[in-house]
């Protein structure tokens, strides 16, 4: 009777670990495209800022140079 019971038991834990395993499998998949799709979109808000960046800097040259040419006709009138 102890022979029936082990094998069932063992058989069992063997099917619990395979569920585990397939579990942690299909989370270890999920991350890794996570992890893709963050560091794409990463990439994509990096560019972004620099972008947006330079254009902060041209208008900041244009309103610096409004302002200069404001300031020449205040003191010219």
Partial sequence: MTKDIEPSIFDQEVTRLEQQLEALLTT???LVKENRSLRAQQDSLATERASL????DLVRDRVEGIVTRLKSLETGA
């Fill in 28 to 30: 270890i998949d999920r």
């Fill in 53 to 56: 960046l330079e254009k902060h």
